[in-house]
Nanobody
Framework: VQLQASGGGWVQAGGSLRLSCAAS????????MGWYRQAPGKQRELVAR???????NYADSVKGRFTISRDNAQNTADLRMNSLKPEDTAVYYCNANIRRADWPVTSDYWGQGTHVTVSS
């Protein structure tokens, strides 16, 4: 099982970016999918997460600016980020709680980090 993150990059303050996360492998079920971020010198924090049914949670700092969505058929989750601020600069990580199809285990998986830089 793998998570592949894409998107990110550099943008000026007020701009927009979209991150995408795709899960692949022997998957039976994907539970919660989410995005976390880690800024230099800070701990990793939850940005947004979404259940298979579409229930979402956002960090207070991104409410109203970021939107998480998922496609259960494609095993993907996207994070649309609008009105970006310099304090959104961080490495963003995709996360998913996945039950494997080849082994009765449910575990958290992480994608590789993708950098988001917002300049003022």
């Amino acid at each position: 099982v793998q998570l592949q993150a894409s998107g990110g990059g550099w943008v000026q303050a007020g701009g927009s970016l979209r991150l995408s996360c795709a899960a692949s492998g022997t998957i039976s079920r994907i539970n919660v999918m989410g995005w976390y971020r880690q800024a230099p010198g800070k701990q990793r924090e939850l940005v947004a997460r979404i259940t298979p049914g579409g229930d979402v949670n956002y960090a207070d700092s991104v409410k109203g600016r970021f939107t998480i969505s998922r496609d259960n058929a494609q095993n993907t989750a996207d994070l649309r980020m609008n009105s970006l601020k310099p304090e959104d600069t961080a490495v963003y990580y995709c996360n998913a709680n996945i039950r494997r199809a080849d082994w009765p285990v449910t575990s958290d998986y992480w994608g590789q980090g993708t950098h988001v830089t917002v300049s003022s």
